[in-house]
């Protein structure tokens, strides 16, 4: 009994170890301990997502794909493993390296009212879209009069919303500045995360995202994005495929999270915009 809960003790604390060299974005040495979890506990499924991770993120996609199938062979229902599979698919036999990233910050994902919106696009590019993982930051660009998102090589990933793709640029002309990232990844599905990072004083009072302009973000980390199997361990990806963990915004006192979109219309708001402009 006591070396059974020995064993346990020793698992758990590896796998916080792993978890926490992904944080930190330290992925060669996340795969070698992964690995060296695998060697001693053969069935860990978490494990071998982690493993899959890792080998995403260093561009190892053989490898990663190599990680999700052995996951599934433990455990056919695993969602994580069949929708990175299914992701990875996108990429084909001659997919290219993945060049390194720069990665946001999770309290960028916090939601902060008129100043955040996260929407899915159009036109997705899921051979480029596979080779990046969420919390990638991504540019804005333009093409033939729409907002496009861009990696930062310069290869085109999606379309935003026509609706939301032109509030932005009239905003961007104005002198306002945005940060995007990829917040979400399914097997045909980009989302991404928009932030105002500056506001020209010729737009103050105006919101960036006002309501009905973005599709809301998860202000709160539901639970079953922080996954716990009986050992109580703590998995940092989300069942939804590569999916970022949102921040939590409260108050001193441990408050609730920021409430959705809340304040004037597009419509309201653009009425202002037009009595501005007419005054």
Do not use: C
């Not at 992701?87 to 290219?96: F, I, P, Q, V, Y």
């Amino acid at each position: 009994m006591v070396q059974a809960e020995d064993r346990a003790k020793t698992r758990r604390q590896r796998a916080d170890q792993a978890i926490q060299l992904a944080l930190q974005g330290r992925w060669e040495e996340a795969t070698d301990l992964n690995r060296s979890i695998i060697g001693a506990f053969p069935t860990d499924v978490d494990a071998y997502n982690r493993l899959g991770k890792a080998h995403t993120e260093l561009g190892r996609y053989a490898d990663a794909k190599g990680a999700y199938q052995k996951a599934l062979e433990i455990d056919p229902l695993n969602s994580i493993a069949s929708k990175n599979l299914a992701r990875l698919a996108n990429l084909g036999e001659k997919a290219k390296p993945r060049q390194a990233t720069q990665k946001v910050a999770p309290q960028m994902f916090i939601e902060e009212m008129g100043k955040t919106g996260a929407t899915t696009l159009l036109r997705p590019n899921m051979a480029a879209a596979a080779r990046m993982t969420a919390g990638d930051v991504v540019e804005l660009g333009r093409e033939n009069g729409s907002l496009i998102v861009q990696s930062s090589q310069g290869e085109f990933i999606g379309e935003v919303e026509p609706r939301l793709g032109q509030r932005l640029m009239k905003l961007i002309d104005a002198g306002n500045r945005y940060l995007a990232a990829i917040s979400a990844l399914g097997e045909n599905e980009v989302r991404v995360f928009l932030r105002e990072t500056f506001q020209d004083a010729s737009q103050a009072g105006k919101l960036s995202f006002p309501p009905q302009v973005t599709e809301p973000f998860r202000p709160y980390v539901k639970e079953r994005l922080v996954r716990k199997d009986a050992s109580d361990e703590t998995f940092y990806e989300s069942e939804d495929g590569d999916d970022w963990v949102p921040g939590r915004d409260s108050d001193e006192e441990g408050g609730a999270a920021v409430s959705k979109y809340s304040g004037a219309t597009l419509e309201d708001e653009d009425e202002t915009e037009e009595e501005e402009e007419e005054e």
